[in-house]
C-alpha cells in the first residue's frame, strides 16, 4: 500500500521566543517493512541529519533571535510517500545495537513483579537456550490490551507502564510501554516503536505506537505487535523510530528560552496514494 503521510505541528507562545533548539524523530527509513518513496521535513530553521544510538534518521535545528524581535510562533512539518510492505517479521542490521540491550530497565517501562505475575499467564518461563513462540507472544498482546483499555485522554506522556497497568487505562503508547516491560520482566526483549497508522475510521490513531519483541536474540530476529489492534503489523503501519520507550524516540524535543507559555496544535494525515 502507498501511504501519503503529512504531519504538522504548530506553537503558539504568548511572548517572543528567544532561543530553542529541537530534535525531530520525524523520518521514517526504508527497511523489511516499508520503502520511502519521498520524504521531506521542514523547521524555522537549519537542520542537521544525523542517526542516533538506535539508528533513527534524525534532525535538529535551532532558533536565536533578539528578545525585541523574537518569533511568537513556529511550525515543524514532515510529508511524503511510504510504500508499505506488511513485513511483520525480521532480522536487524548488523550495525544496530544488540537485542540485549532491550532488556534493561527503564524509566517509562521498567520491569516489576506484578508485571511479571501478569505476564506468566501467556508466556511460560523461557528455558536455557530456548526462544519466545510468537503465538505466546500475542496471545500476551492481546492480554495487554484488555488490561488496559484504550482510553482517550486517561494518561500523559510521562505515565510508566505500571501505572498504567494499575490504572487499567491508556493510550497506544501505555499499551506499548506495558508489553515491553511485560516481557522485560520475563527476561524477553523488547524495545518501543513510534509510527503512523492508516485507518480511514480512527483519524485519532495516526500518530500511532507498537512494539518490538525479540524473538531470537543471537540470530537478532524481532517481530512487530500492535498491541492496540491485536495484530502483528501489516500495511497500515509506517514505521518511524524505535527505542527504549517513548522518552528515546518523541516526535519532537527540545528546550528553549523565552516565549511565556507554549501551545501545540499538532495535525496528521494518512491518505492512500
Not at 482510553?151 to 487499567?168: D, P, Y
Request: aromatic share 8%; proline share 6%; net charge negative.
Amino acid at each position: 500500500m502507498k501511504l501519503h503521510v503529512q504531519h504538522t505541528t504548530d506553537y503558539r507562545y504568548t511572548e517572543p521566543l528567544c532561543y530553542a533548539l529541537q530534535t525531530l524523530w520525524l523520518t521514517p527509513q526504508s527497511g523489511p517493512a516499508q520503502t520511502v518513496r519521498s520524504w521531506r521535513v521542514e523547521a524555522p530553521g537549519k537542520l542537521f541529519a544525523q542517526a542516533d544510538t538506535f539508528g533513527n534518521a534524525i534532525h535538529s535545528y535551532a532558533l536565536a533571535s533578539p528578545p525585541a524581535g523574537g518569533a511568537c510562533g513556529s511550525r515543524v512539518s514532515a510529508a511524503g510517500l511510504v510504500e508499505t510492505l506488511g513485513m511483520a517479521q525480521f532480522t536487524d542490521d548488523a550495525s544496530l545495537p544488540p537485542a540485549q540491550l532491550y532488556l534493561r530497565a527503564t524509566p517509562l517501562a521498567s520491569p516489576h513483579s506484578l508485571l511479571a505475575e501478569f505476564g506468566r499467564r501467556y508466556l511460560p518461563p523461557l528455558q536455557a537456550g530456548k526462544n519466545p513462540d510468537l503465538q505466546a507472544l500475542l496471545a500476551l498482546s492481546a492480554g495487554v490490551s484488555s488490561a488496559v483499555s484504550y482510553q482517550k485522554n486517561s494518561t500523559n506522556v510521562t505515565t510508566t507502564a505500571l501505572q498504567a497497568f494499575e490504572a487499567g487505562a491508556g493510550v497506544c503508547q501505555d499499551q506499548a510501554h506495558v508489553m515491553v516491560a511485560v516481557c522485560r520482566s520475563l527476561g524477553v526483549a523488547a524495545r518501543y516503536v513510534s509510527g503512523y497508522f492508516y485507518a480511514a475510521n480512527e483519524p485519532e490513531l495516526a500518530s500511532h505506537a507498537w512494539v518490538d519483541v525479540c524473538l531470537d536474540m543471537d540470530a537478532r530476529r524481532w517481530a512487530s505487535i500492535d498491541v492496540t489492534h491485536g495484530c502483528l503489523i501489516d500495511e497500515r503501519h509506517v514505521r518511524l523510530a524505535m527505542g527504549f520507550d517513548y522518552s528515546a524516540c518523541p516526535p519532537i524535543r527540545g528546550v528553549r528560552h523565552g516565549g511565556g507559555e507554549e501551545s501545540m496544535t499538532v495535525s496528521i494525515t494518512i491518505e492512500p496514494a
